[in-house]
């Protein structure tokens, strides 16, 4: 199975940096590409920015271009999402999960969600 743990969230003012790892196991991490998604309150979960499984391309939500950065160490099979920059609309729960390709981001079958890191964006 892909098991994700998320950690590193928390509250921060605007303008603020926050750095949040992604812990895999389960599979042979170095394989896949990963993606970071969000979910705001009362809204869906989407997609945040993806990369490859080694460390070849990245992909990121026009929104985040330019402030957060997507990086992975393979020895520790773990990604982080590098978030500077942070804007209130940027307040949400975090996840990651394995995807297809970093064009797409799409969730592959049998990822499971984990619980999730809260970013709180608020002065």
């Known amino acids: 199975q892909l098991q994700f743990v998320e950690s590193g969230g928390g509250l921060v003012q605007p303008g603020g940096s926050l750095r949040l790892s992604c812990a895999a196991s389960?599979?042979?991490?170095?394989?896949?590409?990963i993606g970071w998604f969000r979910q705001a309150p009362g809204k869906e979960r989407v997609g945040v920015s993806c990369i490859g499984n080694s460390n070849s391309s990245t992909n990121y939500v026009d929104s985040v271009k330019g402030r957060f950065t997507i990086s992975r160490d393979n020895a520790k099979n773990t990604v982080y999402l590098q978030m500077n920059s942070l804007k209130p609309e940027d307040t949400a729960v975090y996840y990651c999960?394995?995807?297809?390709?970093?064009?797409?981001?799409?969730?592959?079958?049998?990822?499971?969600w984990g619980q999730g890191t809260l970013v709180t964006v608020s002065s």
């Open positions: 389960g599979f042979t991490f170095s394989y896949y590409d």
């Open positions: 999960a394995a995807v297809s390709g970093t064009i797409s981001c799409a969730v592959l079958p049998g990822s499971i």
